[in-house]
């Protein structure tokens, strides 16, 4: 697996395209992300359809083809530096297959960040662009509206990231040792859910792989890892990050089950490093050459996320 493509660092003044991929947005939550932004000297626009709603499904920020097309209008846009999702839930897969993703390349790379859905929107970037991407807080999130830390990691990785090269957790190891690849993952069950889809890639051969979730139960967590490791997508993984679960069972029912699956891999793997649905989470940049040391509790990115 190789690094892919670093888009340009945010500088003040950056004109930042907020786009609703997945479910509904709550307004005030979008202002006060909006207020944050400005805050730090970004000229944050909001995509037209953001505060839609879909006329049938309650849980959809408006229709597919107005959800695809505010993303590729933001990203097509040559005044646009960088494109922040609002917030996750669910829709991306419904939409992803209706951009112009030659059009998308075409416009050059520029910054993207989200997570949770938008983990289906990172393996497209990283297949059909060849780009880095950030695993991070969301426009209109919560952790992101009331939590310093998550701010200021996002802050730092976009204005600053040299800064930032070095993601220190304090996690402990599950497998411990050093391990080197290229990041890649995102939300568990989004990526089980990807499995055979048209932008989806079929392995993580030479990847550190990032695995969070929320809300699942530990046999459904089971049969997500199930699934990707009979589809052959861990063969060859340089070694494994996991993040937070929220809102899962507790640690004593679920670490014996993430050690089953994941132990044989014979590759270092670490716990608790504080990316996800978790208060504080940390950026993740997606499609960078890293060492993972899963005893110090450390991923060390071999250049800035962004150039």
């Not at 990203?75 to 939409?95: K, T």
């Amino acid at each position: 697996m190789k690094p892919l493509n670093r888009p340009d660092r945010l500088a003040p003044g950056a004109r930042v395209a907020v786009v609703a991929p997945s479910g509904p947005v709550p307004e005030e939550r979008l202002g006060a992300g909006l207020d944050v932004l400005r805050g730090w000297d970004l000229d944050p626009v909001v995509a037209p359809h953001v505060l839609d709603r879909h006329p049938s499904f309650d849980y959809l920020a408006g229709t597919d083809a107005d959800r695809a097309a505010d993303l590729q209008a933001a990203w097509c846009d040559p005044s646009v530096d960088a494109v922040l999702c609002a917030r996750g839930g669910y829709g991306v897969q419904r939409m992803a297959d209706l951009l112009d993703w030659e059009a998308m390349r075409a416009a050059g790379p520029k910054v993207f960040v989200g997570f949770s859905d938008i983990t289906a929107l990172h393996e497209a970037f990283a297949t059909r662009l060849g780009l880095v991407t950030l695993h991070g807080p969301m426009a209109a999130g919560v952790d992101f509206l009331k939590n310093a830390r998550a701010q200021e990691h996002l802050k730092a990785t976009l204005f600053a990231p040299e800064t930032v090269r070095v993601i220190a957790s304090g996690g402990t190891p599950m497998v411990p040792g050093r391990a080197r690849g290229v990041t890649l993952g995102g939300c568990l069950a989004l990526l089980a859910a990807e499995l055979g889809a048209p932008h989806a890639r079929s392995s993580a051969r030479g990847g550190l792989l990032c695995l969070e979730d929320v809300g699942e139960e530990t046999y459904r967590l089971d049969r997500y890892l199930t699934q990707l490791l009979r589809a052959g997508l861990l063969d060859g993984v340089a070694g494994v990050l996991l993040g937070s679960w929220q809102e899962c069972e507790p640690p004593e029912r679920l670490r014996p089950m993430l050690a089953d699956r994941l132990g044989g891999l014979g590759v270092p793997v670490a716990e608790d490093f504080g990316f996800g649905h978790c208060e504080g989470a940390l950026t993740v940049p997606f499609g960078v050459a890293a060492e993972l040391d899963a005893d110090a509790g450390t991923l060390t990115l071999d250049e800035p996320a962004l150039r």
